[in-house]
C-alpha cells in the first residue's frame, strides 16, 4: 500500500435524473502503484470516462473511497479539489484543450501560475519541459499555429509542468493522425521510462497495447484487469 | 497569481475581440463623456455667470422704480418713474443710515452715438462721479467728470473700449478719441475718457456703453425727471439686511406709503441673484446629470451583457482553468478584472471625450474652459464601480460552472 498512487475502494457513481437512477460505475476497486503504465478499456458508455473524472479529481463518487497520493479525495469541497489537480494530477485531454490564440510558453506555464510558483522558475520548467517533448522551437507559437500531435505535446508539457503524482490522458491519441499518434505514444513510454505514472482511457486495443497493465470495464463494472507487459 | 498579470492577461482577452470590446465600451465613454461634458459645461457656465455678477462690485443692492409684485414676476426695470434724483440724495446725506456707503442714481437709456460717419447704437448711463470707482470700472485713458460738471450739466462723455472700437475702427487707440466731438441723439458731447477692458458678453457687455453726467442725460438728453435705479453700496456685507431696511423705510417715508406691500419700487441683492442663477444652472446640471446617469446605466447592463456572452462562449476554457487547478475565486477575479478594465478604460474615454466636447463648446461660445476635476474623479470611481457591480453577476456564474460540465461543453 506504501507505494501506491491510486487506491479505489468500491467507488459507485449515481446519477439521478428526475426519478430515473443510472448506474455509471458499479463498485469499482483497484490500486495503481507507482510508476505503473496502466491503460483503461471499454466501450463507450461504459463508465469509462465516469471513472477518468472521479480519479481526476473533477467529480465525486456517490460512494466508495479514494485515496490519491496519500490523501483522501473523495470529501473534498471543490476548491481543496483544484489544489489536488493543481498539484497532484497532469491531465491530457482528447482535444487538448490549450488556451486558444495563446503561446505554447503561457499554455505550459499555467498550471504553475495557479500553483504559485515564481514566475521566472515557471519560465524555466517550462521551457524544459517543452524541450522533452521536442518542441523547444515552437515556445512562442500560438497554440492556433501548431498541428494536432504539436498541441497534445504541449499539452503533455503542460501535464507534466506540476511534476504530478499521475498523468491522467483521456483518449490522447482520438484527435490526431496515426502518425503522430505514434509520437505521442513514444513520449508516453520515455515518461514511464523515467518513474511517471501514466493512466490512460482509450477504447483503441493497439493503444492500450503500448500500456503494462489493462483495466477493463464495463456497464460500470471492473470485468478484468490484466498484467499485459513486465518492464 | 498576482494582479498584474490578471490585468495583463485581460487586457489580452479584451483585444482579442476589437469590435466587441469597443462596442461594449461604448456605452460607458457616452455616459461617462456626457456626464464630463455636461459637469464641466454647466460648472464653466455658472463660474461665467458669477464672475460676471460679481463684477458688478460686491456689497451692491440695486433699487428699482416699479413694484416687486409676488417675487416672480416684478415690474421691467426702469419701467416705472417712482424713483428721482431727491430720493438718491435723501439716502446719501442722511448720517442715520449707517448701513449705506455709496449711493449711486442712474438714468440709463439707449441711444445712438454718432462720430463722423460711423455710428452705433447704444446703452448711454447717466451717473454721478462716485459711480465709476465704486463699481471698479476704470478710467485707462483721459479722467473722469468731477460734481462741477454735474451742477453745470456739462456735454462730456466717457465711452468704453467698444464703443471707441465702433466708432474709430479696430485699431483704434484710446488717444484717438480723446478731446474729440461725439453726437449722442441730438447733443455733441466731448470725449474726455476711455474706460479699460472689463470684458463680459452676451446682452450684460460693460464694454459697450456710454457715462455721461446724470444731469446731462436727465435735463438735456432724455428731458426725465425719475431714474431707470439708484445702485447702492453697502459698508458690508454683514449689513446688507439692515441697508435694505434702511433704504426701505426711507423711500417709504419719502413716497408717503404705510403698507410695506404697496411699496412703488424693489430692492434686489446681488446675493439674490447669484442663488437665482446657481439654482438654474444647479437645477440643470443635475437633470441633464440624470440622463448620464441613466445612460451609465444602459452602458452598465451592455458590459452585463456583453460578460455573460463571454461567459458562455468560453465555458470550456473556464472548465480547462479548474481543471488545471483555478480555485473559484480566481475564475471571479479573472472575469471582474475583464469587466472592470472594459469600464475603467471605456471611462478614460469617456473622460477625453467628455473633455474635448467641453472644450469646443468653451471655444465655439468664447466661454470658459473648466474641467471639473471633481467629476473626473467621480467618473473614475463610477466607472470602476459599474464594472465591479455588472461584472459581478457573470463572473459568479463563471465561478459556479462544475468543470466537467464546462470540459464537455461543445
Given amino acids: ?231 | 497569481m498576482d494582479h498584474r498579470e490578471l490585468i495583463g492577461e485581460s487586457i489580452g482577452t479584451l483585444l482579442l475581440n476589437k469590435m466587441r470590446t469597443g462596442l461594449a465600451m461604448l456605452g460607458i465613454v457616452i455616459g461617462i463623456g456626457s456626464v464630463i461634458a455636461l459637469l464641466s459645461i454647466g460648472e464653466a457656465s455658472q463660474k461665467s455667470i458669477t464672475a460676471q455678477i460679481q463684477s458688478l462690485g460686491a456689497n451692491i443692492l440695486t433699487v428699482s422704480p416699479g413694484a416687486e409684485r409676488n417675487g416672480l414676476v416684478r415690474g421691467v426695470s426702469g419701467g416705472g418713474t417712482t424713483l428721482t434724483y431727491d430720493d438718491a440724495m435723501a439716502l446719501s446725506s442722511d448720517k442715520t443710515l449707517t448701513a449705506i456707503k455709496t449711493v449711486l442714481p442712474i438714468y440709463n437709456s439707449r441711444s445712438q452715438i454718432v462720430y463722423s460717419a460711423s455710428n452705433t447704437n447704444t446703452q448711454v448711463y447717466g451717473i454721478t462721479p462716485e459711480y465709476l470707482s465704486a463699481r471698479n470700472i476704470k478710467v485707462a485713458t483721459g479722467a473722469n467728470f468731477n460734481q462741477s460738471d454735474l451742477n453745470s450739466i456739462t456735454n462730456v462723455a466717457i465711452i468704453g473700449p467698444t464703443v471707441l472700437t465702433s466708432l474709430w475702427g479696430d485699431s483704434a487707440q484710446d488717444s484717438d478719441a480723446l478731446g474729440q466731438n461725439i453726437r449722442i441723439g441730438a447733443l455733441n458731447f466731448t470725449v474726455i475718457g476711455v474706460t479699460e477692458t472689463k470684458g463680459g458678453g452676451g446682452g450684460n457687455n460693460q464694454d459697450d456703453l456710454v457715462y455721461i453726467p446724470l444731469s446731462t442725460a436727465q435735463k438735456k438728453l432724455f428731458g426725465v425727471k425719475y431714474l431707470s435705479s439708484i445702485i447702492v453700496e453697502t459698508t458690508g456685507q454683514d449689513v446688507m439686511t439692515q441697508a435694505m431696511n434702511q433704504i426701505g423705510y426711507t423711500l417709504l417715508d419719502r413716497h408717503h406709503i404705510k403698507d410695506v406691500a404697496k411699496a412703488d419700487f424693489s430692492i434686489r441683492n446681488q446675493q439674490d441673484m447669484l442663488n437665482a442663477v446657481s439654482s438654474v444652472t444647479g437645477t440643470l446640471t443635475s437633470l441633464l446629470s440624470g440622463v448620464a446617469a441613466i445612460s451609465l446605466l444602459v452602458g452598465g447592463i451592455g458590459i452585463m451583457n456583453i460578460m455573460l456572452v463571454t461567459v458562455t462562449e468560453r465555458t470550456r476554457e473556464i472548465g480547462l482553468r479548474k481543471a488545471l487547478g483555478a480555485k473559484n475565486r480566481l475564475i471571479i477575479i479573472q472575469f471582474l478584472m475583464e469587466a472592470v478594465m472594459l469600464t475603467f478604460i471605456g471611462g478614460i474615454i469617456g473622460i477625453l471625450v467628455g473633455v474635448i466636447i467641453a472644450y469646443i463648446y468653451a471655444k465655439s461660445t468664447s466661454g470658459l474652459f473648466i474641467v471639473s476635476i471633481s467629476a473626473v474623479f467621480l467618473a473614475f470611481f463610477v466607472s470602476t464601480i459599474i464594472g465591479i457591480v455588472f461584472g459581478w453577476y457573470p463572473a459568479q456564474k463563471a465561478s459556479r460552472l462544475q468543470p466537467i460540465e464546462a470540459l464537455r461543453y461543445e
Fill in chain 1, 1 to 231: 500500500m506504501k507505494d501506491s498512487i491510486i487506491s479505489i475502494k468500491d467507488i459507485s457513481k449515481i446519477y439521478r435524473v428526475g426519478e430515473v437512477e443510472t448506474t455509471a460505475l458499479d463498485k469499482v476497486s483497484f490500486e495503481i502503484k507507482k510508476g505503473e503504465y496502466v491503460a483503461i478499456m471499454g466501450p463507450s458508455g461504459s463508465g469509462k470516462s465516469t471513472l477518468m473524472h472521479i480519479l481526476g479529481g473533477l467529480d465525486q463518487p456517490t460512494s466508495g473511497t479514494y485515496i490519491l497520493d496519500g490523501q483522501n479525495v473523495e470529501s473534498m469541497s471543490g476548491d481543496q479539489l483544484a489544489d489536488i489537480r493543481n498539484r497532484k494530477i497532469g491531465f491530457i485531454f482528447q482535444a487538448y484543450n490549450l488556451l486558444a490564440r495563446t503561446s505554447s510558453l503561457k499554455n505550459v506555464m499555467l498550471p504553475m501560475r495557479y500553483g504559485d510558483i515564481p514566475i521566472e522558475e515557471c519560465r524555466e520548467r517550462a521551457l524544459k519541459y517543452l524541450k522533452l517533448v521536442g518542441l523547444e522551437n515552437r515556445v512562442n507559437h500560438l497554440t492556433n499555429q501548431l498541428s494536432g500531435g504539436q498541441q497534445q505535446r504541449v499539452a503533455i508539457a503542460r501535464a507534466l509542468s506540476m511534476n504530478p503524482a499521475m498523468l491522467l490522458a483521456d483518449e490522447p491519441t482520438g484527435n490526431i493522425a496515426s502518425a503522430q499518434a505514434d509520437e505521442i505514444m513514444d513520449i508516453f513510454a520515455k515518461l514511464n521510462k523515467d518513474g511517471h505514472t501514466i493512466v490512460m482511457i482509450t477504447h483503441e486495443p493497439d493503444i492500450a497495447s503500448h500500456a503494462h497493465r489493462v483495466i477493463t470495464i464495463k456497464d460500470g463494472k471492473l470485468i478484468s484487469d490484466k498484467i499485459t507487459k513486465r518492464k
